[in-house]
């Protein structure tokens, strides 16, 4: 399946850091490597992390990388 993530961050209000974040998680980089990027702190992409999973009702990376790419829940 294709992303589309502008749509994605449209559908559930995410800002363009957000969207970043979104981006970085999806092509399997971690919170560090997304920071580093950005040239922001680990704990900046943490708290935009946090702020994903309440607007999109996640909150494991596993779950909003499904969801991101419109596949279903992952089963624990």
């Known amino acids: ?3 589309d993530l502008d ?5 559930h209000g995410l800002t363009a850091a957000e969207r ?3 981006a970085g998680i999806v092509d399997g980089k971690s919170l560090g490597q ?4 950005a040239a922001l702190s ?7 992390l946090k702020s994903i999973y309440a607007k999109t ?3 494991r990376q596993v779950d909003l ?3 991101a ?6 089963e624990d």
């Open 20 to 22: 970043r974040a979104v």
């Open 42 to 48: 680990r704990e900046t992409i943490r708290s935009q």
């Open 7 to 11: 749509g994605f961050a449209s559908l």
């Open 34 to 37: 997304i920071a580093e990027e």
């Open 65 to 67: 990388m499904r969801l």
């Open 57 to 59: 009702g996640v909150n």
């Open 69 to 74: 790419c419109g596949l279903g829940p992952a």
């Open 1 to 3: 399946r294709t992303l």
